[in-house]
């Protein structure tokens, strides 16, 4: 290799290559992938292309050229834990690929991958192998035509070209879909990198795992459709997807030994040095923390900027474990100061020419790291020392028992992640079923256990094979149900199938619960957090005025792409399939749902004008009763922003605005300033929602939903709350329309009510509040004070049971007191009176044993601990408690055990003086 390589020029080369050969370059999907509920995170570069395998959508080209973000954090793509031990594992990484949708196939793949491989990068022929299908569990028979266009169409060594199975060979969606067979390309790194050399049993070789020969590139045919059970039917057309590490590819384009020695990660670890100010030697020496540092930076970098933020389920969590991770090994190497949001910048730095999304984001990106870091910071200490005591318990033991590990989570904020990895610096594992197991019960408790799948894939297979069926029968078009919620809310149309369990029938009877399927609906689905319609199904045969059955749709699903379903139940008569129907939307709800959709993006324009550009809208419900808006923001609203945001928005209302909207292409769209959404996945035309002059909109943005014609019709727009919901997120629930006015009445009959009992007018009721709060927080003053002075004349008649310890003083004693800020000064009285001496009161409050311990310095220094004392005491009582050795307290669930616990001082303190 002649020429030396960047990063960013062989991703650009990549592109040029296949662009030269006719491929459209297509931008990088989210990694979020909102329109899969059976992914937590794209993981491979075909997810954006998923439905053109499926036969459910295509494109405007067949063929297509990307760099995918990707992220795999757990399973069988990637284990956490060997992240930065070893050379090639990552949580974040780019996947180049280039695609053929029915166009070319094996002869080009083929061919093109190893021009570029060898022709333009350079890389030594001799040292590439190529591997082909080779059926070992069933009778597809060997991929002779994809070996003979390697010995056609590259000067590969034809002893070069190897046989695999279907393990190795065979690529499949999943259990059902397209699938087909592969060929890699696999690059040999030399015998010194075999990690099994001395071991007299291992072959070194292809695919033998030892590390020697690294696959480069998956080459993917895809051919069949998997039917289930082992069917393997041919497809009508056959496809290309390939598949190669950007990492991989970069490190041995570059020479290194390591993906780490690239150029991707080399600025971030050496942005990390300079903060440490460690010597190349220290580096080294803590060469897994630097790695683990650099790789987890890019993932929370990449996560933030495609809009997940840090919270504890599902892709949120594993973004907080991930940051919390690079955290925790961060303190190992010294820092004491959050530092992530520093090394986060070095990854804008250098990726955001690739992925534009992260300058325009650069300044949410960073200050929600370093919020949720500071978050972290301040328990992490905490977390730590709970451990230690933990692992210093479990000493002799092979496991931490799994409630123990939730209850550091749950308390402390610690993963189950960095639990491990401490666990396993001291030779003990976790019990991470045990663990599972604890938290699912509190999620129980909670009702807030969530699912990435509201369909299972059995089911999901019925309706993709219904679909399928009826668009052979002609019952459906090319793409499907023919969907357009927009241009009316009632339509004539067909029932083409009818649904009750999962089970096809011909016809409906009166009280059935159905899903009901049309040729074409004006249904809205649920989209884009606005909620589906409902209304009525209905026939009228030869224009009878009563209908003769009616089915009454209270939800609309997409089950897959191209398939909508109307849920309800038959109110009367028999629907079957093959009636003619009229499909009614509830008008009076689609209107509310309306008015409150482009309210939203009033909204929206609104806060980005009174707090800035940077805020980005990350989330939204839109019901017919009220509107939530989340946005990126780093502080609560003060009163006289939100009366700025209202007055706006209704004033964009009174100036009657006109609504439109239009398709065009997407990048169109963005080049003309249109705001798209963190994390939404758009198609190649996109839909572009105006409000405003033509010539001036106030808003654009690329929205599915339904609005009104002019923002007029929305009537008036109230923000009922304003409040955070997470790091850097704020949340906005708000009324228009008739909801607004019943808001109103419902606040003014409550200001009347209040004036009333006030006996004031009501322009009089804040002030006279304000004066009977002067006067209750005069009487609560007043009543502590008098709580402290009977607290401190029955702690006088305390120091009659003064006990000596050796020659030490101890009271231990259970006491009276409101608040734990009482007990700790009830120490203060004591050491007053009483020094050297040690004291241990407990009290009940709140219904909860509460523990203090207190030490003068001077037994401090002959081994005394208030810390090891109070939760010594606190066990007994089943809490805990932490401190400094002169002052410390504790918490406990049990009262009842409050008298025992306190008993076991005399004993805990003559072993600290060991007496």
């Known amino acids: 290799m002649s020429k030396e390589w960047t990063?960013?020029?062989?991703?650009?080369?990549?592109?040029?290559?296949?662009?030269?050969?006719?491929?459209?370059?297509?931008?990088?999907?989210?990694?979020?992938?909102?329109?899969?509920?059976?992914?937590?995170?794209?993981?491979?570069?075909?997810?954006?292309?998923?439905?053109?395998?499926?036969?459910?959508?295509?494109?405007?080209?067949?063929?297509?050229v990307d760099t995918q973000k990707c992220m795999r954090v757990s399973g069988k793509h990637n284990d956490l834990d060997d992240v930065g031990r070893d050379d090639y594992h990552h949580t974040f990484f780019e996947m180049l690929g280039n695609w053929s949708f029915g166009d070319y196939y094996k002869k080009e793949a083929i061919g093109w991958a190893w021009e570029l491989l060898t022709g333009v990068w350079g890389l030594p022929p001799e040292r590439l192998w190529a591997t082909c299908f080779e059926d070992d569990a069933g009778d597809l028979g060997r991929d002779e035509e994809a070996a003979s266009y390697w010995r056609s169409e590259t000067t590969i060594d034809p002893a070069r070209i190897l046989f695999f199975g279907r393990k190795d060979n065979f690529w499949e969606m999943g259990d059902t879909g397209p699938c087909g067979p592969c060929s890699e390309i696999h690059y040999d790194r030399g015998p010194q990198f075999c990690r099994l050399q001395n071991d007299p049993a291992h072959v070194c070789g292809v695919n033998a795992d030892c590390g020697r020969f690294l696959e480069l590139w998956n080459l993917v045919f895809i051919q069949y459709?998997?039917?289930?059970?082992?069917?393997l039917d041919p497809l009508p057309q056959c496809h290309i997807d390939t598949g190669a590490g950007f990492e991989r590819l970069v490190a041995i384009l570059q020479g290194g030994d390591s993906n780490y020695e690239s150029d991707l990660f080399t600025p971030l670890m050496g942005r990390v040095q300079e903060l440490l100010g460690h010597s190349d030697a220290q580096r080294e020496e803590n060469h897994v923390s630097y790695r683990v540092v650099a790789d987890h930076a890019r993932a929370v970098t990449f996560l933030v900027g495609d809009g997940v933020l840090p919270g504890s389920d599902g892709r949120n969590y594993v973004l907080r474990m991930i940051l919390r991770r690079a955290v925790r090994f961060g303190r190992k190497i010294g820092?004491?100061?959050?530092?992530?949001?520093?090394?986060?910048?070095?990854?804008?730095?250098?990726?955001?020419?690739?992925?534009?999304?992260?300058?325009?984001?650069?300044?949410?990106?960073?200050?929600?790291i370093r919020q949720e870091e500071r978050r972290f910071s301040r328990t992490l200490d905490l977390g730590l020392e709970r451990l230690e005591e933990v692992l210093d318990d479990a000493q002799g033991q092979e496991i931490i028992p799994g409630e123990q590990a939730?209850?550091?989570?749950?308390?402390?904020?610690?993963?189950?992640?960095?639990?491990?990895?401490?666990?396993?610096?001291?030779?003990?594992?976790?019990?991470?079923?045990?663990?599972?197991?604890?938290?699912?019960?509190?999620?129980?408790?909670?009702?807030?256990?969530?699912?990435?799948?509201?369909?299972?894939?059995?089911?999901?297979?019925?309706?993709?094979?219904?679909?399928?069926?009826?668009?052979?029968?002609?019952?459906?078009?090319?793409?499907?149900?023919?969907?357009?919620?927009?241009?009316?809310?009632e339509l004539q149309t067909a029932v083409v199938a009818i649904l009750r369990d999962?089970?096809?029938?011909?016809?409906?009877?009166?009280?059935?619960?159905?899903?009901?399927?049309?040729?074409?609906?004006?249904?809205?689905?649920?989209?884009?957090?606005?909620?589906?319609?409902?209304?009525?199904?209905?026939?009228?045969?030869?224009?009878?005025?009563?209908?003769?059955?009616?089915?009454?749709?209270?939800?609309?699903?997409?089950?897959?792409?191209?398939?909508?379903?109307?849920?309800?139940?038959?109110?009367?008569?028999?629907?079957?399939?093959?009636?003619?129907?009229?499909?009614?939307?509830?008008?009076?709800?689609?209107?509310?749902?309306?008015?409150?959709?482009?309210?939203?993006?009033?909204?929206?324009?609104?806060?980005?004008?009174?707090?800035?550009?940077?805020?980005?809208?990350?989330?939204?419900?839109?019901?017919?009763?009220?509107?939530?808006?989340?946005?990126?923001?780093?502080?609560?609203?003060?009163?006289?922003?939100?009366?700025?945001v209202v007055w706006l928005v209704n004033e964009g209302i009174l100036l009657n605005y006109p609504v439109t909207w239009e398709r065009k292409p997407y990048r169109e769209a963005l080049d003309e300033g249109v705001i798209a959404l963190f994390g939404e996945k758009y198609g190649d035309v996109v839909r572009v929602l105006r409000v405003g002059w033509p010539n001036k909109p106030m808003s654009q943005e690329l929205c599915g939903g339904t609005h009104v014609n002019e923002t007029g019709e929305i009537g008036f727009f109230a923000i009922t709350s304003e409040q955070g919901i997470g790091a850097g997120v704020r949340r906005i629930e708000a009324v228009t329309g008739r909801g607004a006015v019943r808001w109103v009445q419902r606040r003014m009959r409550t200001l009347e009510s209040a004036a009333a009992q006030l006996v004031c007018s009501p322009e009089e009721v804040e002030q006279k509040v304000a004066a009977h709060l002067e006067e209750v927080q005069l009487l609560r003053k007043q009543i502590a004070h008098l709580q402290r002075q009977a607290a401190h004349s029955r702690f006088e008649g305390l120091l009659e049971k003064v006990q000596s310890v050796g020659d030490v003083p101890l009271l231990a004693a259970r006491v009276e007191a409101p608040d734990m800020e009482t007990l700790r000064e009830m120490t203060d009285w004591f050491r007053d009176r009483v020094r050297p001496g040690v004291i241990v009161l407990g009290a009940v409050i709140g219904e909860r044993p509460a523990l203090v311990a207190a030490a003068s310095d001077d037994l401090v220094e002959r081994g005394v601990d208030a810390v090891r004392l109070v939760r010594g005491v606190a066990r007994a009582v089943g809490g805990g408690g932490g401190g400094r050795p002169t002052l410390a307290q504790a918490g406990g669930k049990d009262p009842a055990r409050l008298d025992q616990a306190l008993g076991q001082a005399p004993a805990l303190l003559e072993e600290m003086l060991a007496l």
Request: with cysteine; net charge negative; glycine share 8%.
């Open 335 to 368: 820092f004491t100061a959050p530092f992530l949001d520093q090394v986060a910048s070095v990854v804008i730095e250098m990726m955001h020419p690739a992925f534009p999304e992260l300058a325009t984001r650069r300044e949410f990106i960073l200050s929600t």
């Open 406 to 489: 939730f209850r550091l989570y749950d308390t402390f904020g610690l993963p189950l992640e960095i639990t491990r990895d401490v666990a396993r610096e001291k030779g003990i594992a976790v019990d991470e079923a045990g663990y599972l197991a604890a938290l699912e019960a509190q999620r129980a408790r909670a009702r807030a256990v969530e699912a990435f799948e509201e369909i299972d894939e059995e089911s999901r297979r019925v309706y993709r094979d219904l679909l399928e069926d009826l668009q052979a029968q002609g019952a459906l078009a090319p793409c499907g149900v023919q969907y357009d919620p927009y241009s009316a809310t």
């Open 225 to 231: 459709h998997n039917k289930g059970e082992g069917r």
């Open 502 to 644: 999962g089970e096809l029938l011909p016809a409906a009877q009166a009280g059935d619960e159905v899903e009901v399927v049309l040729a074409a609906t004006c249904f809205y689905v649920e989209s884009g957090g606005q909620v589906s319609d409902v209304g009525t199904i209905a026939s009228h045969p030869g224009g009878a005025e009563e209908p003769v059955w009616e089915v009454a749709v209270a939800e609309m699903r997409q089950p897959v792409a191209g398939l909508l379903v109307h849920k309800g139940t038959v109110q009367f008569g028999e629907p079957q399939v093959g009636d003619s129907a009229w499909a009614l939307v509830d008008y009076e709800r689609r209107m509310d749902v309306a008015r409150n959709h482009t309210a939203t993006h009033l909204l929206h324009n609104e806060l980005r004008f009174v707090l800035g550009e940077q805020v980005q809208q990350a989330g939204s419900l839109v019901t017919p009763d009220r509107l939530r808006f989340d946005f990126t923001h780093t502080g609560a609203l003060t009163g006289e922003q939100l009366e700025r």
């Open 7 to 64: 990063s960013a020029e062989i991703r650009q080369s990549f592109l040029d290559f296949f662009a030269a050969r006719g491929h459209t370059i297509v931008p990088s999907a989210s990694l979020v992938p909102l329109d899969d509920p059976t992914l937590l995170f794209t993981n491979a570069g075909m997810n954006q292309f998923k439905d053109v395998f499926l036969g459910l959508g295509d494109r405007p080209y067949t063929r297509a």
